[in-house]
C-alpha cells in the first residue's frame, strides 16, 4: 500500500529565508508524485508533480523539489520566502490508478 | 472558464438529516473525486467517477452515494448524516488519466458540520 509521511505539521520561516518541506513515501514501484498548495478557506492547487525523468522540478511560485528514490523523499524548496507563501502544503503519492494518497500537511507560517 | 464549482461553501445538518453536495466543471474532464479534509489526515478520497455513468468506492465511501449522469457533474450524498461526517469535502477533476496519475483540480470545499 502506497503512504505519505511528512515530519513537520507546522514550521515557521522568517520573509526572505528558505524554506524546506520534507515528504517521505512509501510505495512498491516508481511513484507519481506530487505537492499542492492550500491557502487559508481555498481549495488544493498543485505547485509541481514528479513522473519521470529529470529529479529537480521546477514548479510555480519559485519553488522546486527534488526525488531521491534511495531516501524515498520528494522535499520541497523555495530560496527566499514571501509573505503570500503562508499556506499549508500537501505531498501526494500516485499511481496509474485512482488512489492518490496524500500526507497530512505542514502548515507554513511565514513571520515579517 | 469556472473549472470546479461547489455548492453549498456551508451546511449544517442534525443527524438523521440527509443533503446533496453539488459538483460541477466546465473542463470536459472525464475524470471526477470527491475526498474529505480532516486536521491532521490530509485528504481522503471518498468515491470516484472515471466518466458519465461509471462510478466507484475510494477509501472511505460509507455513508455517502454518487451518481454521474454527465460529464459536468457529480453530486455527492449523505444518506443520513453522522457527526462523524463533519468535515471540508472537496470535490476535483483531472483530464485524462485516473487521479494518481494526473493533475487534480479543486473545488473551493464545502465545510459541512453535523450537530
Known amino acids: 500500500a502506497q503512504s505519505v509521511t511528512q515530519p513537520d505539521i507546522h514550521i515557521t520561516v522568517s520573509e526572505g529565508a528558505s524554506l524546506e518541506l520534507r515528504c517521505n513515501y512509501s510505495?512498491?514501484?516508481?511513484?507519481?508524485l506530487f505537492w499542492y498548495v492550500q491557502s487559508p478557506g481555498q481549495g488544493l492547487q498543485l505547485l509541481l508533480k514528479?513522473?519521470?525523468?529529470?529529479?529537480l522540478v521546477q514548479g510555480i511560485k519559485g519553488f522546486e523539489a527534488e526525488f531521491k528514490r534511495s531516501q524515498s523523499s520528494f522535499n520541497l524548496r523555495k530560496p527566499s520566502v514571501h509573505w503570500s507563501d503562508a499556506a499549508e502544503y500537501f505531498c501526494?503519492?500516485?499511481?496509474?490508478?485512482?488512489?492518490?494518497?496524500f500526507g497530512a500537511g505542514t502548515t507554513v507560517t511565514v513571520r515579517a | 472558464n469556472a473549472g470546479v464549482t461547489q455548492t453549498p461553501k456551508f451546511q449544517v445538518l442534525k443527524t438523521g438529516q440527509s443533503m446533496t453536495l453539488q459538483c460541477a466543471q466546465d473542463?470536459?474532464?472525464?475524470?471526477m473525486s470527491w475526498y474529505r479534509q480532516d486536521p491532521g489526515m490530509g485528504l481522503r478520497l471518498i468515491h470516484y467517477?472515471?466518466?458519465?455513468?461509471?462510478?466507484d468506492q475510494g477509501e472511505v465511501p460509507n455513508g455517502y452515494n454518487v451518481s454521474r449522469s454527465t460529464t459536468e457533474d457529480f453530486p455527492l450524498r449523505l444518506l443520513s448524516a453522522a457527526p462523524s461526517q463533519t468535515s471540508v469535502y472537496f470535490c476535483?477533476?483531472?483530464?485524462?488519466?485516473?487521479?494518481?496519475?494526473?493533475?487534480?483540480?479543486f473545488g473551493p470545499g464545502t465545510r459541512l458540520t453535523v450537530l
Open positions: 476535483a477533476s483531472s483530464s485524462s488519466a485516473p487521479p494518481g496519475a494526473d493533475t487534480q483540480y
Open positions: 510505495y512498491g514501484a516508481t511513484p507519481y
Open positions: 514528479y513522473f519521470s525523468g529529470d529529479t
Open positions: 501526494a503519492v500516485g499511481a496509474a490508478s485512482y488512489k492518490l494518497s
Open positions: 473542463m470536459n474532464h472525464e475524470y
Open positions: 467517477s472515471v466518466g458519465a455513468g461509471i462510478t
